[in-house]
């Protein structure tokens, strides 16, 4: 079992009205989850969406914020591909309440990476859900192709 503290929705409204700072544990994680010690989270507009009660498929609160995270891998079940210590980033398990705005959350095995040594860790917590959306909407430029960033 892991202690620490995780950023969580206590009832739907503005993000000062709604979010606080609890202490919470996170038991081993189960097939599926690897549990990580969480070093960065990404943030974007459906974590507001959540706060106010306005995104899909979401439940009542109580439940944690950051559906994107990076870390080191703590603990996995018997059979999983990780292994304490690796370095890994993936989508959090936030439709069950867990989130990246925490000391540790648990990831989604089955699409989880291990970060490469080259990616820092704000990079590797933005991975996951913003990288991802980019490429997709971008997708490989090619030679004689260019592409704009219109922010920093």
Do not use: C, H
Request: proline share 9%; hydrophobic share 40%; glycine share 14%.
């Amino acid at each position: 079992m892991f202690s620490g503290k995780a950023w969580r929705v206590e009832r739907f409204g503005t993000p000062r009205e709604a979010v606080r700072l609890q202490d919470m544990t996170w038991e081993e994680p189960k097939p599926g989850q690897v549990l990580i010690r969480v070093r960065t989270a990404g943030t974007g507009f459906p974590d507001l969406l959540r706060a106010t009660g306005r995104f899909p498929l979401l439940g009542d609160p109580p439940f944690g914020l950051g559906e994107e995270a990076a870390g080191e891998v703590v603990a996995v079940p018997p059979g999983s591909r990780f292994a304490p210590g690796n370095r890994s980033t993936e989508i959090t398990w936030f439709l069950e309440g867990w989130g990246g705005y925490a000391q540790y959350t648990y990831l989604r095995e089955v699409s989880a990476v291990r970060a490469p040594s080259a990616m820092t860790d704000e990079e590797a917590g933005g991975f996951p859900i913003a990288f991802r959306t980019a490429y997709a909407g971008l997708g490989a430029p090619g030679p004689g192709k260019s592409v704009v960033r219109l922010a920093g």
